[in-house]
């Protein structure tokens, strides 16, 4: 077969990122930031997500048409959440 | 006209390697519904946390961190399980494919066996939603938290249980030498929900447990 | 090869291939699969025209003389949920699209064929929830569930009704995937995107919708069900909850649903109107990315459903312009449609009433929607018969126009039969006139301050209401015709050819009905679709039909 196949030694070191990174979250959270603390928590949980999606799910290696799914699947979250907070946001100002 | 089609060869296919793209993409399609449906919760989280910062912030305190942490480990663990088990059955080795999967169950019910702990201590504590929640603190609105906390984690193991229960048919299938290294669309394609729901953790731990702690 | 005929001598297809029930029932074949789905949504759709006769009825007269008010309500939520998610979400894509869309691309099945046989037994078990919801007296909440009313106050069987709801959105998202991936990746060589037939596109956009849209209803419909179940508060303000979120989430499906019941009978006029004019369409590719943009513009848009209901002034502002968005790629359509029939040469066959009627209708329909748009003019006709007049122009006077011509057009191909004409062109022009005289009165009434959803109205009203009643047996009465004539045709029918309308499309060179997998060799395509040569005469269907390999053998019966 002409498929890609990812090492182990890759699957290992994407597994011990997570895990470090898991630690690093839980150690960042004890430190009061104030609203960067959300900041920072999401920013590492999507830096985690990518990991398990372009590597354990093999995305990186894939084609363009699954690129474009995963991508328009976060672009319509991000559809739900904006016009529902448009709302929310936007009812104090009158 | 088309019977000298190989095994595990599906007679609307020309090729295994037809079969096997419009089955991960297939996946992952479902994958992008899947996305979707836990963002209606993650929607509801996001209006009502900031509806009701305190009462979402004393929520999360009453969840324990610890068991917390170790879950996504757990959880981290058995997604490289599960990996391992695709790259078994992409080099061909039926056995490995159906241990590493054994292992993944065992992590996966590792990781329900802590959530029905961490779940009866809050009924025990009274904070399961409904006519007989309790709440001693100040904040109000706490119910909410636990709303949502519940209904994420809820649907969430329900994935994890259905993914047990997909991997339970599997393994026999594997250790009788069903996926060969030519088609063994089931685990790859199994492969991604299992590493879906663990994307979805990776977003429900901070969020649920990580609040206003420090 | 013996494929060809069966023991008889007679030409084997995927209808004769085989018999019994188990053969239907455990079938994988796109285009059985097709007819049970017709089967069934036929019967859902029998049942909520009945509901509509009630509504019908009771509405003749301005006082309560037939039903309770509270049987009103159960009449008209269940009608709703009947119509939309049992019959007009899986119309045209599970019938019509799971028959063509392997024909028209020239695969052999869809390409999970267990997935879709699946879809139509998780259907069934959804019709079975809502049937067993409506036997126990139904549901009074309106098809939208609008919270607290549907988790604190209701007393109907909610929670019933919502499991239908939730199952049968995995029978849509079932039919989706496959659409998206046989259309991705079954192709015949050769057969590029900007080949594809409109219909395809059109599905392919609807796809997208359902996938995108569904599971967010779906988990709105659980929290419901949660809230109802648990006795917690999600949605309910007396417990800390927000109403209005729950109809954010709700119309993040809802209203691109209406998407998914258009969609597709703008696919389907597409091929009507380019093969009884006997023309290439005009501007293939501005209709083929309008449905795309139509489905994504739509999920920008659905808070027009919400200006009354203390959302943002500035949100709804916002959903006003973007919702005015969504008539531009209609209306690219509607216009391409028109000028594909100028100079064509057009012919008056029955799938040609509807397509024309289709035009008129979704064009009152759609201009109407961006009145309902407006803020200021929503304010004064919001919750009145003018909003229903509007969505009833849509999705009856549009969806269901384009389901029956669709019907029409490839009846000869599904059963190998023709239907008779005069009787088609009959039940046509009486759908067209019932359809108006049901609903345009219901226009005045709404503009009148009539309010929806009452089953008492002030006497001043009775005229019109009257018309719309009459409308309405009128309108059923059109319904009921091809469902004789449809029946009939099947042993009596004259039996139609490979071609009968000399139209192009790969399914068109396939027997008819199709053999079991479709074409026996398989097809390359090496023209761009509707390749009609419009100056040229004897450029027709035929022409080209003639010139063309047949991917067929010879009749044998």
């Given at each position: 077969m002409s498929e890609h196949i990812t090492p182990i030694r890759t699957y290992l070191l994407i597994f011990f990122a997570l895990m470090i990174l898991t630690v690093v979250t839980v150690a960042v959270a004890m430190?009061?930031?104030?609203?960067l603390n959300d900041v920072v928590a999401m920013g590492i949980a999507i830096f985690k997500a990518s990991l398990v999606v372009l590597f354990f799910m093999h995305v990186k290696k894939s084609r363009l048409m699954t690129k474009i799914t995963v991508v328009a699947s976060a672009f319509w979250l991000l559809i739900l959440f904006g016009l529902t907070l448009s709302d929310y946001v936007t009812r104090g100002f009158l | 006209m088309a019977e000298i089609h190989a095994p595990?060869?599906?007679?609307?296919?020309?090729s295994y390697q037809q079969q096997k793209e419009a089955a991960f993409f297939g996946m992952w399609v479902f994958l992008a519904t899947e996305v979707l449906f836990f963002g209606g919760l993650f929607c509801a989280y996001l209006v009502y946390r900031s509806a009701n910062p305190e009462a979402f912030a004393a929520g999360s305190r009453e969840l324990d961190i610890v068991l917390g942490a170790i879950n996504t480990a757990v959880l981290i663990g058995s997604s490289l399980t599960m990996a391992l088990a695709v790259h078994a059955a992409q080099v061909g080795k039926r056995k490995m494919i159906a241990a590493w999967m054994g292992a993944t169950i065992l992590l996966g019910g590792t990781f329900l066996g802590i959530k029905v702990v961490e779940y009866s201590h809050k009924i025990h504590e009274g904070h399961?939603?409904?006519?007989n929640f309790v709440w001693h603190g100040p904040?109000?609105?706490v119910e909410m938290f636990f709303n949502v906390y519940f209904l994420m984690t809820g649907l969430h193991a329900l994935h994890m249980i259905i993914g047990i229960g997909i991997m339970l048919v599997l393994i026999p299938l594997a250790w009788k030498g069903r996926f060969t290294p030519e088609s063994h669309n089931y685990v790859e394609g199994f492969g991604l929900y299992w590493h879906f729901v663990d994307i979805v953790w990776i977003f429900l731990f901070p969020l649920l447990y990580l609040l206003d702690v420090g | 090869m013996s494929e060809l005929a069966n023991n008889f001598g007679r030409r084997l297809h995927y209808l004769n291939a085989d018999y019994g029930v188990k053969s239907w029932l455990l079938t994988r074949d796109h285009k059985r699969i097709a007819l049970l789905y017709l089967a069934s949504i036929s019967l859902f759709f029998a049942l909520g025209g009945l509901m509509a006769v009630g509504i019908r009825l009771e509405l003749?007269?301005?006082?309560?003389?037939?039903?309770?008010p509270d049987t009103y309500n159960r009449l008209f939520t269940m009608h709703g949920v009947l119509m939309i998610f049992l019959f007009l979400i899986p119309s045209i894509p599970a019938t019509l699209g799971n028959f063509l869309i392997p024909l028209m691309i020239g695969?052999?099945?869809?390409?999970?064929p267990k997935v879709n046989l699946a879809s139509w037994y998780v259907y069934n078990i959804a019709g079975l929830f809502t049937l067993w919801a409506v036997a126990q007296?139904?549901?009074?909440?309106?098809?939208?569930?609008?919270t607290p009313y549907s988790t604190?106050?209701?007393?109907?069987y909610v929670v019933a009704t919502a499991l239908g709801v939730f199952t049968v959105g995995f029978s849509s998202i079932m039919t989706a995937v496959n659409f998206i991936v046989t259309i991705h990746r079954?192709?015949?060589?050769?057969?590029?995107w900007f080949r594809l037939p409109l219909f395809v596109w059109a599905h392919y956009a609807t796809s997208l919708v359902i996938i995108l849209g569904t599971p967010v209803v779906a988990v709105t419909i659980l929290m419901v069900a949660a809230e109802r179940i648990l006795?917690?508060?999600?949605?309910?303000p007396a417990l800390g909850g927000d109403p209005v979120l729950f109809q954010h989430l709700f119309w993040f499906y809802s209203h691109p649903a209406v998407y998914i019941m258009i969609l597709p009978s703008m696919g389907v006029i597409s091929e009507l109107i380019t093969a009884f004019t006997r023309?290439?369409?005009?501007g293939y590719k501005f209709i083929a990315f309008a449905s795309v943009s139509i489905a994504v513009l739509?999920?920008?848009?659905?808070?027009h459903h919400m200006f009354?209901?203390?959302?943002?002034v500035y949100a709804g502002a916002v959903f006003s312009v973007l919702s005015m968005l969504v008539a531009v790629p209609s209306a690219i359509k509607v216009f391409n449609w028109t000028a594909t029939l100028y100079k064509g040469s057009v012919s008056w066959d029955t799938p040609m009433l509807y397509a024309l009627g289709f035009i008129g209708l979704f064009t009152i329909g759609g201009l109407t929607g961006v009145m309902l748009a407006t803020l200021g003019i929503d304010i004064h006709v919001h919750d009145t018969y003018f909003v229903v007049a509007h969505f009833h122009y849509v999705m009856v006077g549009g969806a269901i126009m384009g389901y029956l011509g669709g019907l029409h057009f490839w009846w000869p191909k599904i059963t190998g039969r023709l239907y008779p004409v005069f009787w088609s062109k009959f039940s046509a022009i009486v759908i067209f006139v019932g359809f108006n005289l049901t609903f345009f009165p219901q226009f005045l009434l709404g503009y009148l301050g009539m309010p929806r959803r009452y089953h008492v109205y002030p006497a001043d009203f009775q005229v019109l209401n009257v018309m719309s009643s009459a409308g309405a047996t009128i309108l059923g009465v059109g319904y009921l015709i091809p469902l004789f004539y449809f029946f009939w045709s099947m042993r009596y029918g004259e039996r139609a050819d490979r071609n009968p309308w000399g139209a192009i499309g790969l399914e068109w060179m396939t027997g008819s009905p199709p053999p079991t997998h479709n074409f026996h060799e398989p097809p390359t395509v090496d023209w761009d679709a509707?390749?009609?040569?419009?100056?040229?005469?004897?450029?027709t269907g035929e022409a080209w039909d003639a010139a063309k390999p047949t991917s067929e053998a010879p009749e044998h019966g």
């Open positions: 430190v009061d930031l104030g609203a | 595990g060869l599906a007679h609307h296919f020309d399961f939603p409904g006519p904040e109000v609105n | 003749a007269t301005p006082g309560a003389d037939l039903v309770q695969a052999k099945d869809l390409a999970f007296g139904g549901v009074d909440t309106g098809w939208t569930f609008y604190t106050y209701s007393n109907s079954m192709r015949a060589p050769g057969l590029t006795r917690i508060g999600i949605f309910d023309k290439r369409i005009f739509g999920f920008l848009v659905w808070g009354l209901s203390s959302q943002s509707y390749a009609y040569l419009p100056d040229t005469p004897g450029g």
